[in-house]
Structures are given as structure tokens and as C-alpha cells.
């Protein structure tokens, strides 16, 4: 089991940032993938961004330029600092991690954390 603690969501206007972190503990793979998804009101879960464990990214084409997502394997950690926020990013933002050790992929959820942009 892979327990996933997410934190740094709130209240920000637009063209501010925010920084969300997510830390993984509990049985920790050594090939993995790292993400955000997130939810808008109404709405289904989409890719915000992901990176491997080998630290290749992958972004949705609406945060490009915008947000970036990193990592840091030693404490299995990852992170999206996300800039230029604009009222279409409120959504709840979900941390991911997907491990290769069956097929398909298994996913790992954390609980989610609220980010709102708004003035």
C-alpha cells in the first residue's frame, strides 16, 4: 500500500501561484509515476501533469508555460508550482502515483486538495 499526503491548496486571485506538494510513503517502488489530476466543479478528472521516477514530464496543454511539476526521490515527494493561475484552474487537485508491478498500472489516490481561483 502506497499512502499519498497532499498539501499547499487554498484561495489565490487570478495571476497569483500556489505550490502543492505530495508525499508518498508506505511501500515505495522504485520505477513509478508522479502526478496531478484534477476535478472542476461539474466536471470530469483530467491530467494536470505527471513525472517519472526517471524525472521525464508530461503536461496538459492547458497549464504549458504555466505550472511545473518536479520531484525529489529521496523523499518521494512531488511537487507543482503552479503560476498565472486563472479562475478555469479552480478544481480539487488529486495527487497520483502509478506503479508498474502489474498490467495495467496500478493508481494510487491521494484525498484531494482545493485550489480556487478567484477574485
Known amino acids: 500500500q502506497v499512502q499519498l499526503v497532499e498539501s499547499g491548496g487554498g484561495l489565490v486571485q487570478p495571476g497569483g501561484s500556489l505550490r502543492l506538494s505530495c508525499a508518498a510513503s508506505?511501500?515505495?517502488?522504485?520505477?513509478?509515476?508522479m502526478g496531478w489530476y484534477r476535478q472542476p466543479p461539474g466536471k470530469e478528472r483530467e491530467l494536470v501533469a505527471t513525472?517519472?521516477?526517471?524525472?521525464?514530464?508530461n503536461y496538459a496543454d492547458s497549464v504549458k508555460g504555466r505550472f511545473t511539476i518536479s520531484r525529489d526521490n529521496a523523499k518521494n515527494t512531488v511537487y507543482l508550482q503552479m503560476n498565472s493561475l486563472k479562475p478555469e484552474d479552480t478544481a480539487v487537485y488529486y495527487c497520483n502515483y502509478k506503479v508498474y508491478t502489474r498490467v495495467p498500472p496500478y493508481d494510487y489516490w491521494g484525498q484531494g486538495t482545493q485550489v480556487t481561483v478567484s477574485s
Open positions: 513525472i517519472t521516477s526517471g524525472l521525464s514530464t
Open positions: 508506505g511501500s515505495i517502488f522504485r520505477i513509478n509515476t
